[in-house]
């Protein structure tokens, strides 16, 4: 009777030791299998010259005073290139080395002076070749995300930066993407915008402000989905993993919305607007990330990033994943700093 019941025990044990080794040996061939999936890297890119800023005062002048006198559509500084591209670059080479092609949407004619224009993974993609001619020219970043997944040959995942994101850290597919069939949504700090929501009743819609954008947007997600009760995460200045046929699907579903008495669904609404406006879809950093969750049932995923504004005392230990250069007033030490944690040239560079 002793030996059976020792051997059943021993049957159990062999049992259960079994069952965890197929469990094991499923995540690890699920994560590898992650890790060969094919990703692209999407940057937008653009840069203040004389031509362009002649350009943009020229429309800016045909839209209306608001514009004008608005800072963040008027102003030169959020155009300007202190080579944030380079740097994120050399950050991609040393730490996210698993990409297939870098695509970097520009304005037409213009190109990273610093980056070699024959190099084999690099893809150069003109307004033009993924925007109506009827929308364009555009200074809107929220107009040109409308198209990113329209980019000719990209892959079914890509990874979307801007270009003042940069790794600090080895970071794999698998940290962006769960499953085959699903990828992560990183954010940063839970609850983040109940306040904002809560203190904005009046969205001046002719002018931009951040965070009336940002209300707005989560708005048109409580019409469309579900009110977050205790508001929405902070989903951070971080490079973001999407799915081409998850944002195709989800461009159909915006174009189908209206807000009010508007004639134009939100989608083409924002497509449409040359500059910046409070009822521009904020897609990357809020739109995208949310519908994935409620349409696909992607998962979110906890992360952190540095957010840094580049005066003339900057000294920061930087711990974190990611580095996201939001404000560079003070060039020289910049480049100091950058140079510093990446001093090595990437092969992307002349």
Same mark, same amino acid.
């Given at each position: 009777?002793?030996?059976?019941?020792?051997?059943?025990?021993?049957?159990?044990?062999?049992?259960?030791?079994?069952?965890?080794?197929?469990?094991?040996?499923?995540?690890?061939?699920?994560?590898?299998?992650?890790?060969?999936?094919?990703?692209?890297?999407?940057?937008?890119?653009?840069?203040?010259?004389?031509?362009?800023?002649?350009?943009?005062?020229?429309?800016?002048?045909?839209? *209306?005073?608001?514009?004008?006198?608005?800072?963040?559509?008027? +102003?030169?500084?959020?155009?300007?290139?202190?080579?944030?591209?380079?740097?994120?670059?050399?950050?991609?080479?040393?730490?996210?080395?698993?990409?297939?092609?870098?695509?970097?949407?520009?304005?037409? +004619?213009?190109?990273?002076?610093?980056?070699?224009?024959?190099?084999?993974?690099?893809?150069?993609?003109?307004?033009?070749?993924?925007?109506?001619?009827?929308?364009?020219?555009?200074?809107?970043?929220?107009?040109?995300?409308?198209?990113?997944?329209?980019?000719?040959?990209?892959?079914?995942?890509?990874?979307?930066?801007?270009?003042?994101?940069?790794?600090?850290?080895?970071?794999?597919?698998?940290?962006?993407?769960?499953?085959?069939?699903?990828?992560?949504?990183?954010?940063? *700090?839970?609850?983040?915008?109940?306040?904002?929501?809560?203190?904005?009743?009046?969205?001046?819609?002719?002018?931009? *402000?951040?965070?009336?954008?940002?209300?707005?947007?989560?708005?048109?997600?409580?019409?469309?989905?579900?009110?977050?009760?205790? +508001?929405?995460?902070?989903?951070?200045?971080?490079?973001?993993?999407?799915?081409?046929?998850?944002?195709?699907?989800?461009?159909?579903?915006?174009?189908?919305?209206?807000?009010?008495?508007?004639?134009?669904?939100?989608?083409?609404?924002?497509?449409?607007?040359?500059?910046?406006?409070?009822?521009?879809?904020?897609?990357?950093?809020?739109?995208?990330?949310?519908?994935?969750?409620?349409?696909?049932?992607?998962?979110?995923?906890?992360?952190?990033?540095?957010?840094?504004?580049?005066?003339?005392? *900057?000294?920061?230990?930087?711990?974190?994943?990611?580095?996201?250069?939001?404000?560079?007033?003070?060039?020289?030490?910049?480049?100091?700093?950058?140079?510093?944690?990446?001093?090595?040239?990437?092969?992307?560079?002349?």
């Amino acid at each position: 009777m002793k030996n059976k019941n020792i051997l059943f025990v021993i049957i159990i044990i062999l049992i259960v030791v079994t069952i965890i080794f197929i469990v094991c040996c499923n995540i690890m061939l699920e994560k590898y299998s992650i890790e060969d999936i094919p990703v692209d890297i999407v940057y937008t890119w653009v840069e203040s010259n004389e031509e362009f800023e002649k350009e943009k005062m020229y429309w800016l002048q045909k839209t *209306n005073k608001e514009d004008i006198e608005n800072k963040e559509n008027s +102003g030169s500084i959020r155009f300007k290139d202190n080579k944030e591209l380079m740097y994120s670059l050399r950050s991609i080479e040393k730490y996210f080395p698993y990409y297939n092609n870098i695509y970097i949407i520009v304005k037409d +004619g213009q190109f990273p002076k610093y980056l070699k224009k024959d190099h084999p993974r690099i893809k150069i993609v003109n307004h033009s070749e993924i925007i109506p001619k009827e929308y364009l020219p555009t200074f809107n970043s929220c107009a040109i995300e409308c198209f990113t997944h329209h980019i000719p040959n990209l892959s079914e995942y890509y990874l979307y930066l801007n270009d003042d994101f940069m790794f600090l850290k080895n970071v794999k597919k698998s940290y962006f993407i769960k499953s085959k069939e699903s990828p992560y949504i990183l954010y940063s *700090n839970p609850n983040y915008d109940k306040d904002i929501v809560d203190k904005i009743k009046n969205i001046n819609l002719n002018s931009y *402000n951040f965070y009336e954008a940002w209300a707005y947007n989560s708005k048109i997600l409580d019409k469309l989905h579900k009110i977050e009760q205790n +508001g929405r995460h902070d989903l951070s200045h971080i490079p973001r993993m999407f799915k081409k046929s998850f944002n195709t699907k989800i461009e159909d579903v915006l174009k189908k919305y209206y807000v009010e008495n508007e004639t134009v669904d939100v989608y083409t609404r924002t497509q449409m607007s040359k500059f910046r406006k409070n009822y521009n879809l904020a897609l990357n950093v809020l739109m995208y990330p949310y519908l994935y969750h409620y349409l696909f049932d992607c998962e979110f995923k906890k992360t952190n990033e540095s957010y840094i504004i580049f005066d003339n005392n *900057n000294s920061t230990e930087l711990n974190t994943e990611f580095l996201c250069v939001n404000i560079v007033k003070d060039e020289n030490n910049f480049s100091k700093y950058m140079n510093k944690i990446y001093p090595e040239k990437s092969s992307f560079e002349i």
